[in-house]
C-alpha cells in the first residue's frame, strides 16, 4: 500500500484475528509515536504496551465499543483484540493543554504505521481511567489518554459519503450483511477557497474520485484556479 492507500482504507477495527502480534511490531509502532509533532516538543507522551493475557483480559473489561451500534460491535471472546497500547501523558511536561493534541498526533501516528503492516485498530476514549490506572499500575501524574486495540482484522468496514451532515446522518451503521459503513463528510461540506463559504467547485467535482477507496481513481487532481 502506498500512503494515501494506507490513509484512505484505515477503518476503525473492532473483530479481530486469534493472532498474537509480534513483539518487534510495537517497537516499530512506538517509533513512529515519539517521531510525531509535538507542541515546543515537550513529547509528554508514554506508552505501556500491554500483550499478556491476564493483562488484556483485565484491559478489555474497562473499554465500549461502537455506542451506535451497541452491542453488535462488542468483540465476541474469539474476535478480542490481541494487544493494547496505553497513552500516558505527563500533564506537567506539556505545553499548557497541548498534552491531549500531542497525544492524538502520536496514535494517528501508531495507527497508521500499524495498518500499513496489516494490523487492525480502534482508538478508544471511552475508558475506564481509574480501573485501567489500577490494573496498570500507573503513577497519578500520568493521565491516562486512550487505549489502543491492536490485532490482525478479522471484518472490512467501509467508507462511504455522509447521505447528510446532521448527527444522525454522520453515525456508523451495520447493513444487512453485518458489514459496518462509516459515512465521512463529503469534501463540499468541510472544504472553502479562501474565504469562508465560498465552494472549492472543481475539487467537490472530484470528491467522489477521491473518497473512495479503489483503483487509484484520484491521480491527477484538478488544479484550483
Ligand atoms: C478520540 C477518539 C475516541 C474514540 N473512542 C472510541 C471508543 O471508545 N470506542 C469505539 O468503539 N470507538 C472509538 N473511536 C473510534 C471512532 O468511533 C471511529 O474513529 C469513527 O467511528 C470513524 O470510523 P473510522 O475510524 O473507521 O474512520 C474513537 C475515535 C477517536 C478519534
Known sequence: MDFDEIVRTRRSIRRFKPE?????????LLESA?????AANKQPIEYIIVDEPQFTEQLFGQLSWAGYVQPRRNPAPESRPAAYIV?????????????????AAAIENII???WSKGIGSCWL?????????????????????SV???GYPDEKPVMEDAKNDSDEGLKYYIDDSDKLHVPKRPLDSICHLNRYGTACVKLVSYNSHICCPGPR??????RIS
Open 125 to 145: 476514549g471511552a475508558i475506564q481511567r481509574e480501573n485501567i490506572r489500577e490494573i496498570l499500575v500507573v503513577p497519578e501524574h500520568f493521565q491516562i489518554d
Open 112 to 114: 497508521l504505521t500499524a
Open 34 to 38: 515519539r517521531c510525531a509533532p509535538s
Open 217 to 222: 481513481r484520484d491521480r491527477g487532481l484538478p
Open 87 to 103: 497513552v500516558l501523558v505527563v500533564s506537567k511536561r506539556a505545553l499548557g493543554d497541548f498534552g491531549k493534541v500531542d497525544a
Open 20 to 28: 498474537k502480534i509480534d513483539r518487534q511490531i510495537f517497537l516499530l
Open 148 to 150: 489502543i486495540a491492536l
